[in-house]
């Protein structure tokens, strides 16, 4: 086999096994290797295509490896991803690359401002899959970046592709102060592990705490949690099981799954759902208890795929989930790929119908506030963190994992949750239809979680913090200075070769 072949083969690979199997997130930070080995090989080619086609076969295989489990749910669906994705990674390599070569500079700058900038805007286009940001490598190892509550993962891409390019340099030129350009990249790793581990073990000043409870039914999503005719005996159960929590101990937050109520609440007149009817008894039955529970809803005709929450006032309060699944919870580009819509997933009869406007940020209730994050939501560590209140408060994800079967795609997401506790330093209940429920506090730790594939009910006193993290004040705003200087430094190249073209075409 063609060596280039091999180069490009063997990054995907390294590449890929953070994301496929968590406990080697270490490999992520010489993964780049190859690849730029082959970048340097390839720039001067007469064919200045040749990196972006070596580029899509590397990338291809990590996206393989990153999500061939999305296809237990739709086949369709993960060719589409795998695809796209790679041909977009392909892309800004090249460009990185075709930028370094027109400047004539070293690739770091182009490399740490353009990935860090695309990282950025794909986590609010229309076809948002932020899935393989590189700084979502240490989801399995929060002690190492505990300063993500400064950065969030953006940081964590910044350090990789330092490490990477550090690396690569002293394998380019192994006789150059080696010793020296070693202890560089030992510090270049050991630095912020340190930082990280101060930030660990450093206290956390609480505001009071607060007795849960979530339930977990455990229902496949293909032969019974959207089967409409089953409905009434899934919400049935649960509320059995709420009531014999409730009755041997007081609680301050009962929680359920995302879509535990299959019907869609009309929000405007929300008492026409028997289903809300029932939760409202449940809620007066044990006035003290707060509950929070995925739904379908609906104003206007607009379908939701929502949180309710039903606090003090009994008046219900309703979240819209706004980062939506591409073609599974919506057409990307619905003016133009709507055809698409044949392809996605049936949802208790809801085919990729959602709306996701929503007003409401997080749950307010006797001085407490709750932050809802519905499943996928879960990937954007920008949109979580900002919502975040300087309040008593604590995030609670709802989801159901069960689409993807016993694969490493769960496992991952449920690592995803371990970060956005960081960034916002509250602690994070997980509630999953099935998959894993847990209780993770606001350094990433995992205090209880449920097993996979298993009826459970989790209960325990989590910890209410008020102060905001520096990056949940201001967002990730690594990512928005280097989109904004990488639309700039684009811009700049392009004036450039076109200035050099037109220089040889005179005569």
């Known amino acids: 086999m063609n060596k280039k072949i091999l180069l490009a083969i063997s990054s995907g690979i390294l590449l ?20 730029l080995w082959l970048e340097e090989k390839t720039i001067n080619h007469q064919n200045s295509y040749l990196l972006f086609n070596y580029a899509f076969l590397s990338f291809f295989v990590w996206n393989t490896m990153s999500y061939w489990w999305v296809g ?6 993960v060719v589409l991803i795998i695809l796209i994705n790679s041909l977009l990674l392909a892309l800004i390599f090249w460009l990185i690359s075709r930028s370094r070569k027109t400047l004539k500079i070293s690739i770091l700058f182009p490399f740490l401002i353009i990935w860090l900038g695309f990282e950025y805007f794909d986590t609010w286009w229309d076809l948002a899959w932020p899935w393989l940001n590189l700084g979502n490598a240490f989801a399995s190892a929060p002690k190492w970046v505990q300063w993500y509550e400064f950065t969030g993962t953006r940081g964590g891409s910044f350090w990789v592709i330092l490490v990477n390019i550090a690396i690569y340099f002293l394998l380019k030129n192994p006789k150059k102060k080696p010793i020296l350009r070693t202890s560089g990249i030992v510090l270049l790793i050991i630095i912020p592990l340190l930082f990280s ?21 455990n229902l496949d999503p ?38 535990m109520i299959l019907e869609s609440i009309d929000e405007n007149n929300p008492n026409k759902s028997l289903y809300y009817s029932r939760l409202l008894n449940l809620k007066k039955e044990y006035p003290n208890t707060k509950i929070l529970l995925g739904t379908h809803s609906n104003i206007n005709s607009e379908l939701y795929n929502s949180a309710i929450f039903i606090g003090d006032t009994l008046a219900p309060q309703f979240y819209h ?23 996605s997933l049936n949802i208790g009869g809801f085919k990729a119908t959602y709306s996701n406007k929503s007003d409401q940020n997080y749950f307010f209730s006797d001085s407490i506030a709750v932050v809802p994050v519905l499943c996928f939501e879960s990937i954007f560590g920008d949109y979580c963190a900002q919502r975040v209140p300087q309040l008593p408060s604590f995030l609670c994800m709802l989801t159901n994992d069960g689409w993807w079967k016993n694969t490493p795609g769960y496992q991952h997401h449920f690592n995803f949750s371990r970060l956005r506790a960081i960034e916002s330093r509250r602690d994070y209940i997980r509630v999953a239809n099935n998959g894993i429920s847990a209780h993770i506090d606001s350094k990433g730790t995992i205090l209880a979680k449920s097993k996979w594939w298993k009826q459970t009910v989790l209960s325990g006193k ?11 004040q201001h967002g990730d705003s690594i990512g928005r200075v280097s989109l904004f200087i990488g ?21």
Not at 228 to 256: M, N, Y
Request: glycine residues 2%; proline residues 6%.
């Open 16 to 35: 890929g096994m953070p994301f496929c199997i968590p406990s080697l997130y270490f490999v992520i930070f010489f993964a780049w290797v190859p690849l």
């Open 72 to 77: 237990k749910a739709q086949i369709t669906g």
């Open 197 to 217: 581990l101060s930030l660990f073990y450093k206290t956390e000043k609480t505001n009071g705490s607060l007795c849960f409870a979530l339930v977990q039914p």
């Open 222 to 259: 293909y032969s019974e949690k959207f089967i409409p005719e089953k409905e009434e005996k899934h919400f049935r159960d649960f509320l059995k099981t709420a009531d014999s929590i409730c009755r041997i101990q007081a609680v301050d937050f009962l929680l359920g799954p995302e879509t």
């Open 321 to 343: 989930k706004t980062k939506l699944v591409p073609l599974f919870e919506r057409i990307p580009f619905a003016n133009y790929l709507s055809f698409l819509k044949d392809y």
């Open 462 to 472: 989590l910890e209410l913090r008020t102060r905001k993290t520096f990056y949940s």
């Open 487 to 507: 639309i700039l430094l684009l811009i700049f190249v392009k004036i450039r070769i076109t200035t050099q073209e037109n220089v040889k075409r005179r005569p």
